[in-house]
């Protein structure tokens, strides 16, 4: 897998007392949970004091109370003064997000009530959490495993039906079931070999079958490797499709961009070299983002400024994944070469722009390209003729798989990583086996083998490194 690649008198908040401070488990924590400027905010309070701290500057004793109620009141401050009406949820361990006892506050959205609300919590015991650790403390609570909460990272910063897909998965754990069963076959062919070394003595004593083990080794990475190849397509769910539209001068390819977008994005006009710079945006076809690219038009220059604009396009190009190339006539044979040796290994759809003029253009066959899709298509970009047709071409060009609730789409770094070093490790399992090495050596790669697979749902000890790294890009409230 080479290719894998409100103030009160007596309280004034102090914006110091509401900064993140280090991290202790034993801590009660504390921060809004919502994003600020709404009509309504909630403020998130976890840890074993909850229900006592909130209790402390609420108008009725919460400490008694059952979990999963709902209680109406008002949040008071010492000197007896009424800082807002609010509606407090309480949820006790361990049927709570963090696995803790929890309290939420359901306030007004004020930047004021909110505020004074913090400050009264951290005067009675709490602390400002820090980023991500309410849901780094369900995660070291046994509420889920690491690849869950970094998916609530990702729920949380979907922006369309495929990225909220691929993290709903992860989150129900359909992610972390595929790997449990790949773990558990290699614990089962590692406990057997660990048990021909207790019998060591018996050198004709085999309780693995070697046939067996490659058989189930060799599954195992073949679907490893379907999971690492997926970290592509994954990244381009989770980034956004990268479309270039490249071509000549005066093609079309500024009013095309302004018709995919429904704006009047990019400067249209007749006079030629008019686009100097790329210019990017994105849109929205069957719930994959696409992010197109209008480019400099490509032709021989003695223009300085248009000369950088080019050379950003041939940038783009390199970057994008699908190439849309515009003509209004006949391309030449260097025109084609060009287009040959810039979209290899890309998806490429070419366009006869301009239709309405009537000019005619054969299209050009696919054989001539090495590319992943090809299409060609006539249409007319000021007249919107045939844009439709377009999007969908665009769409398969993609080449995404049909997502459903239980597809599994790698879209970590991390995890992509780690799969890549399963794979070398289940590598050297094989080549091990081919050379009749002594199960001793065979049974170190695979328990190399679960322990990187476990790296991933921190099913081993993770360094504090990792976690801090991971957690620290989350919000604060969450």
Not at 174 to 179: A, D, G, I, K, R
Not at 374 to 400: G, M, P, Q, T, V
Request: aromatic share 4%; with cysteine.
């Amino acid at each position: 897998m080479n290719d894998l690649k409100p103030q009160t008198s007596n309280l004034k908040p102090q914006t110091s007392n509401l900064k993140p401070q280090t991290s202790n488990l034993e801590d009660t924590i504390c921060a809004l949970a919502t994003p600020p400027g709404g009509a309504l905010d909630i403020i998130r309070v976890s840890g074993s004091q909850s229900l006592a701290i909130v209790s402390r500057i609420f108008s009725k004793d919460l400490t008694q109370e059952k979990g999963y109620t709902l209680h109406y009141g008002n949040i008071i401050a010492d000197d007896g003064t009424t800082i807002d009406e609010v509606m407090v949820s309480i949820f006790r361990a361990p049927r709570s997000y963090t696995g803790e006892d929890c309290v939420e506050i359901s306030c007004h959205g004020s930047s004021y009530i909110i505020n004074n609300v913090l400050e009264l919590l951290i005067l009675h015991g709490c602390r400002m959490a820090n980023p991500g650790e309410f849901t780094q403390r369900a995660f070291l609570n046994g509420k889920m495993d690491l690849s869950q909460a970094e998916a609530v990272a990702d729920l949380i910063a979907s922006t369309n039906r495929a990225t909220h897909q691929t993290a709903m998965s992860q989150l129900r754990g359909n992610f972390s079931s595929e790997l449990a069963k790949l773990r558990d076959q290699l614990l089962k062919l590692t406990s057997l070999l660990e048990l021909e070394l207790d019998f060591s003595d018996h050198e004709d004593l085999e309780f693995a079958d070697r046939t067996e083990l490659k058989n189930i080794a060799e599954k195992i990475d073949r679907r490893i490797t379907h999971l690492a190849h997926s970290f592509e397509k994954g990244q381009a769910i989770k980034q956004g499709i990268p479309v270039a539209i490249v071509g000549k001068t005066n093609v079309g390819k500024s009013t095309l961009l302004n018709r995919l977008l429904k704006d009047d994005r990019a400067i249209v006009s007749d006079i030629h070299g008019t686009t100097r710079d790329t210019i990017e945006d994105t849109i929205d076809l069957q719930g994959i983002t696409f992010r197109f690219i209008d480019t400099a038009g490509i032709r021989q220059t003695a223009d300085t400024i248009e000369q950088i604009g080019i050379n950003r396009t041939y940038a783009a190009i390199s970057k994008a994944r699908i190439v849309i190339w515009i003509i209004d006539q006949e391309p030449t044979e260097e025109d084609v070469k060009e287009i040959q040796e810039l979209c290899n290994d890309k998806s490429l759809i070419i366009i006869h722009n301009k239709i309405d003029k009537q000019t005619s253009i054969d299209p050009l066959s696919s054989t001539l390209f090495q590319v992943r899709h090809y299409a060609f298509l006539r249409i007319s970009a000021k007249h919107n003729l045939h844009i439709d047709e377009l999007e969908k071409a665009i769409y398969e060009a993609a080449d995404l798989p049909t997502l459903s609730d239980t597809d599994v789409i790698v879209t970590s770094a991390r995890h992509y990583d780690a799969l890549l070093r399963a794979h070398e490790s289940i590598q050297r399992i094989l080549t091990g086996m081919q050379m009749q090495l002594s199960g001793d050596l065979i049974a170190e790669d695979l328990r190399q083998t679960l322990d990187i697979l476990a790296e991933i749902t921190g099913g081993q000890i993770t360094p504090q490194e990792t976690l801090n790294n991971i957690f620290k890009h989350f919000c604060v409230g969450k």
